[in-house]
């Protein structure tokens, strides 16, 4: 017989445990969908209810429910955790941010872009890849910024020494012909 880990019993529940108001609203919601399948009929379902809300064992509330699927003593086995996958855009958004070191920041918007549509997909969805998204918004917006100051500089830089006497424009020289 396995047993759950520290408790000593056994793996699906024990039926002499006492039941709380979790395990009979497990218990009713397996009834309910018994009921809406056809399996249960509308006397059935009301007379088993009862039977659920009045039950003080797990042993009497797999009983109620053992003819249907999801009850008996299933209704006390975990169900498998819901893994959820990678958000598709967050990865987008990953590859484009890194990508700028060999696209001279062509992806930078891209990854912007991508970056905000996944973090409001996962906050949706519940997905997984919100530090993903996160990375691809940063370097985004990093080489967006570096490209701003870059101009900047340049334009800058260019007035400075136009007016500051670094490189003159050639001067205008008029040609007056004789004639």
């Known amino acids: 017989m396995t047993s759950w880990p520290g408790y000593g019993g056994p793996a699906y529940g024990h039926a002499a445990m006492r039941a709380s108001d979790v395990d009979r609203d497990r218990a009713a919601e397996v009834l309910k969908s ?3 399948t056809g399996r249960l009929t509308k006397d059935e379902y009301d007379d ?7 039950a003080r064992t797990h042993g009497d509330l797999a009983q109620v429910t053992s003819q249907l699927p999801g ?7 975990a169900p498998a955790p819901v893994v959820r996958g990678t958000n598709s855009l967050a990865v987008a958004a990953l590859v484009c941010g890194v990508a700028e070191f060999f696209t001279v920041g062509l992806t930078a918007i891209p990854a912007v872009i991508l970056g905000h ?11 997984q890849g919100s530090g993903l998204a996160l990375a691809g918004l940063i370097l985004g917006w990093v080489a967006i910024i570096l490209f701003v100051l870059v101009v900047a500089f340049g334009a800058v830089a260019a007035v400075t020494m136009t007016h500051s006497g670094g490189v003159q424009p050639a001067p205008f020289v008029q040609h007056i012909h004789p004639g």
């Open 34 to 36: 018994g009921f809406a």
């Open 48 to 54: 088993h209810l009862h039977q659920i809300y009045t």
């Open 71 to 77: 009850g008996g003593m299933a209704l006390f086995i």
């Open 117 to 127: 549509m996944a973090r409001g997909q996962i906050r949706r969805t519940g997905e």
